[in-house]
């Protein structure tokens, strides 16, 4: 499960539930993930998105998601996390040899 290595859930306000349904409401649960063409997904929405990662628990900060398309972000913000944290595998560039002294 993917919240088992988190602490995101004990960093979510104890009003977390209100705010929830209050952004579910505000969308009428409705899925607002924006396409590249600029429609909206639209499909019944289960789950309160944060836009920007992190701490902001502000309402113009939260969004309503459907399931496919949340799973789709955390996805892809996890796997540019995790890219982030790579060890390089290229070599340090040695200079050319005529240059060296």
Do not use: Y
């Not at 919240?3 to 104890?14: F, G, K, T, Y």
């Not at 902001?56 to 996390?81: F, I, M, Q, W, Y």
């Amino acid at each position: 499960m993917a919240w088992a290595n988190s602490d995101r859930r004990a960093r979510l306000p104890p009003d977390w539930p209100r705010i929830r349904r209050r952004i579910l409401h505000r969308d009428k649960h409705a899925c607002t993930n924006r396409f590249s063409d600029g429609g909206t997904c639209g499909r019944p929405a289960t789950e309160v998105d944060h836009i920007v990662a992190g701490d902001d628990h502000t309402d113009a900060n939260l969004r309503a998601l459907c399931s496919p398309c949340h799973r789709s972000k955390s996805s892809s913000e996890g796997g540019t996390a995790s890219a982030a944290h790579l060890v390089s595998e290229k070599r340090t560039p040695r200079p050319h040899p005529a240059l060296e002294d």
